[in-house]
């Protein structure tokens, strides 16, 4: 039996290489889409509409044939005809949430960063011309030991009453990043006929986001902070102030940003998270009075669960808001931070 091998090496900003006995090719995308170069010299784009299953492939080059998927109406085409008062959520690009003290890291990060990827890019460039994976292996090792020793830190220390006080808040804020679910909001609109929305009249898009508790790679620190991947940007919370990172560094002082938290019923669609409490069901086509509209065989009923809404803002333009299955966190969340008069 021949041996065979196949890694995937994730890069970070999308870019992931693929090693196997056929060769090297990568891949670059974001959610939505994503352009691949095979091993064996073929092209590959694919778009797709996440949460529909709705995708169009379109492959070239090498020894394939081209293979085209009709695609359906875009996400954006869908909202638009079915939704009116479209906002959607944005936030500021870290450098307009850059304090002064915080330019200077910036500054480091980024020569860090192009020294890692200068060295990755390198190496993969010559082990695709030399054909011999080891080289990128050997220089994607090398590239990641050498950031880890001269990433920036940094670095805290508290007197008694300001461990406790960081332990609270981290603590709560860690209650509500063990969330069963956890969705990022990027849009708001006003359904167009809300009896064929489960008779909801203001609706939100969302985008699923992740939680951790370790800062991106280029950075260290002493404590555990408490960390948040979302679609474009990754929020940080950390002892005295918010970090956003989305390319460049933001630092934002807790003294300048507002925090708004509630409570509020979610439609769930699946699988209904355990750390949640069911408020009541929906049909899918209702009547005025929340009645099922008869008039559709396949009506559905969705549950409509208590989920917590956390809103984070700033004067100079942070925006950024979220849900998060488990209520109840947020409720202590929100007590945690009213005690430290950070609301």
């Known amino acids: 039996m021949g041996l065979r091998y196949r890694k995937s090496i994730n890069l970070g900003m999308g870019f992931r290489v693929n090693i196997s006995t056929s060769g090297i090719g990568y891949s670059w995308g974001t959610k939505g889409y994503r352009i691949t170069k095979t091993a064996s010299g073929k092209t590959r784009q694919t778009v797709s509409i996440p949460g529909t299953g709705i995708s169009y492939v379109e492959e070239s080059g090498g020894n394939g044939k081209a293979n085209n998927t009709p695609a359906q109406k875009d996400r954006a085409t869908l909202i638009a005809e079915n939704f009116h008062d479209i906002e959607e959520v944005t936030s500021a690009n870290t450098t307009m949430l850059q304090s002064e003290a915080y330019k200077v890291l910036s500054s480091q990060i980024k020569k860090l960063q192009i020294i890692v990827y200068g060295i990755i890019v390198a190496t993969l460039a010559l082990s695709i011309a030399l054909s011999l994976p080891m080289i990128f292996i050997i220089g994607f090792v090398v590239a990641i030991i050498l950031g880890y020793r001269i990433s920036p830190s940094i670095e805290y220390s508290f007197d008694d009453e300001q461990q406790a006080r960081w332990n609270e808040i981290s603590e709560a804020w860690r209650a509500v990043a063990k969330s069963c679910d956890?969705?990022?909001i990027t849009l708001h609109a006003k359904a167009n006929d809300p009896?064929?929305?489960a008779g909801i009249k203001e609706s939100i898009d969302t985008s699923k986001m992740k939680s951790g508790k370790t800062l991106p790679w280029f950075m260290k620190t002493n404590v555990t902070p408490i960390v948040f991947t979302m679609k474009k940007h990754t929020l940080a919370i950390m002892p005295d102030r918010?970090?956003?990172?989305?390319?460049?560094?933001?630092?934002?002082?807790y003294s300048e940003v507002k925090f708004e938290l509630f409570i509020q019923g979610f439609l769930v669609e699946g699988k209904t998270p355990k750390d949640s409490e069911l408020i009541q069901y929906v049909w899918r086509y209702a009547n005025k009075d929340g009645s099922r509209d008869k008039r559709f065989n396949n009506n559905s009923q969705y549950p409509i669960m208590k989920y917590g809404k956390i809103f984070i803002s700033s004067n100079r333009g942070l925006n950024i808001q979220f849900l998060c299955s488990n209520g109840n966190a947020v409720d202590n969340l929100n007590s945690v931070l009213e005690k430290y008069s950070l609301i």
Do not use: H, P, W
């Not at 918010?242 to 002082?253: E, I, R």
């Open 182 to 184: 956890l969705q990022e």
């Open 242 to 253: 918010l970090l956003v990172f989305q390319g460049g560094l933001g630092a934002v002082d």
């Open 195 to 197: 009896r064929t929305n």
